[in-house]
């Protein structure tokens, strides 16, 4: 796996949760998972059909109604279950939609050691500026993300690194990259 799966994964507001669940043994039916994840119905469906059109959860054969399958997950969507699973733990249900926003993830996994503005921008292709303007500003006015200016330089040059709880998300990430390759 690599950063563009992740930042695929995390693009689906209940993906990491939906992933999570079935991790937790969760049955992979839409009304547990619903009922589970809180989430509304109409955003857990897109999450879920996303989930199956990147190849970590396919329907399980045989089992289900064709109106209410039944899903399992993929090879690598266990190894994505088994990283969401300890993301969604390490944050907790308080700070829980703040990983459900598209960019908090894949941010936070790139961030390990200090990186200017520009170099996360890089890291992460898709991102536009202002998506990682407002997801850089939102984690650190929650202390996860540590913003540093560097005064000497001219112009003055910020760089971002991800603290306390930002750090651990970030080790999860680097170790499950790391062991997925």
Do not use: C
Not at 3 to 22: M, P
Not at 101 to 120: D, K, M
Request: proline share 6%; charged share 20%; aromatic share 4%.
């Amino acid at each position: 796996m690599d950063i563009d799966l992740l930042v695929k994964t995390a693009s689906k507001a209940w993906a990491l949760t939906i992933l999570s669940l079935l991790h937790r043994g969760v049955p992979g039916r839409q009304a547990p998972l619903v009922t589970a994840s809180g989430a509304g119905r109409t955003a857990f469906v897109q999450s879920l059909n996303h989930l199956v059109e990147l190849g970590l959860i396919v329907r399980n054969p045989g089992h289900g109604h064709p109106l209410r399958p039944e899903f399992v997950l993929t090879a690598q969507g266990k190894e994505m279950a088994e990283l969401s699973n300890r993301i969604v733990e390490m944050v907790g249900s308080a700070e829980n939609a703040i990983i459900r926003r598209n960019w908090t993830v894949p941010v936070l996994g790139v961030i390990g050691a200090p990186l200017h503005f520009s170099e996360i921008r890089t890291r992460i292709p898709p991102i536009t500026d202002r998506a990682l303007s407002l997801t850089l500003k939102s984690l650190e006015n929650r202390s996860w993300v540590r913003r540093e200016v560097d005064g000497a330089a001219r112009p003055p040059r910020a760089a971002y690194l991800a603290i306390g709880q930002g750090a651990k998300i970030n080790g999860a990430i680097k170790a499950s990259l790391a062991g997925m390759q």
